[in-house]
């Protein structure tokens, strides 16, 4: 039986533990060539052990632009592009309103707001046309939890994200450019103009374009 993910490269961000490194193992399984990330070298060593020869570990903190730069580079070099991007590092730790420190904060929105924002965004130029973008949320995102309203806060922002991204980058593949429209009116069998023109305006066009992405 034919592999999913054949041929496929795949990045998967916080992949040396949990959700990423599960991920990673059945990307792997599934024919793609993976490249994971984390801080902890040997926790990255273990997990490459685990993933199988199709793996590459590049050490990295999510929260830091630098690093991020510094991974995409190492793909380009290896890999050249990335068809699954799977940004899924992830912080939490608990916050009571009223005990909430700005080292909390900056630290929870640093690498789950900000640190996923980056990641998606510096890799645009290396996706390639029908890449697939995974964002981890979570179901902390539209409930409320005692003590982890920060951690909460920055899945939401995840969520929202996703829902504007879809948007953004829906003319990347197959979805046509906003381009202005020439108006024909097709001629009725009489030979006399029909009243409606056949092809749609720009403004029309756009708006079919919105529906479409947001469905
Ligand atoms: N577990 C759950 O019940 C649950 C539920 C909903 C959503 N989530 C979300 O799922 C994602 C993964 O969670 P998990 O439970 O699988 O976590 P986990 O088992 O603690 O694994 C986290 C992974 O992310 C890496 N990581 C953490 N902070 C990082 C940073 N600043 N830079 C780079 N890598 C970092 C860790 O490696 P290093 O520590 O070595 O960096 C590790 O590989 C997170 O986004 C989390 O919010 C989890």
């Given at each position: 039986m034919s592999k999913k993910l054949e041929g496929k490269i795949a990045v998967v961000t916080g992949g040396?533990?949990?959700?990423?490194?599960?991920?990673?193992?059945?990307?792997?399984?599934?024919?793609?060539?993976?490249?994971?990330?984390?801080?902890?070298?040997?926790?990255?060593?273990?997990?490459?052990?685990?993933?199988?020869?199709?793996?590459?570990?590049?050490?990295?903190?999510a929260s830091k632009l630098a690093d991020i730069d510094r991974i995409y580079a190492k793909v380009t070099a290896l890999a050249g592009r990335i068809d699954v991007l799977f940004v899924n590092a992830g912080f939490y730790e608990v916050g009571t309103l009223g005990e909430i420190t700005e080292e909390h904060f900056d630290k929870t929105f640093n690498t789950n707001v900000r640190g996923l924002l980056f990641a998606v965004q510096k890799a645009l130029p290396l996706l390639s046309k029908d890449a697939s973008v995974i964002l981890t949320g979570s179901i902390a995102s539209s409930i409320g939890i005692p003590s982890f309203s920060v951690y909460n806060a920055t899945k939401a922002a995840v969520r929202s994200f996703a829902r504007s991204w879809i948007l953004d980058l829906?003319?990347?593949?197959?979805?046509?450019r906003l381009r202005r429209q020439r108006v024909r009116h097709r001629r009725r069998?009489?030979?006399?103009?029909r009243r409606r023109p056949v092809l749609i305006g720009r403004a029309a066009f756009r708006d079919r374009w919105l529906a479409e992405a947001a469905e």
């Open positions: 040396s533990a949990g959700i990423g490194l599960g991920t990673a193992k059945r990307f792997a399984e599934e024919g793609a060539r993976v490249f994971i990330t984390g801080r902890r070298q040997a926790e990255l060593d273990k997990a490459v052990a685990a993933i199988g020869s199709n793996a590459t570990a590049i050490p990295g903190d829906k003319g990347r593949g197959g979805i046509p069998a009489d030979g006399r103009r």
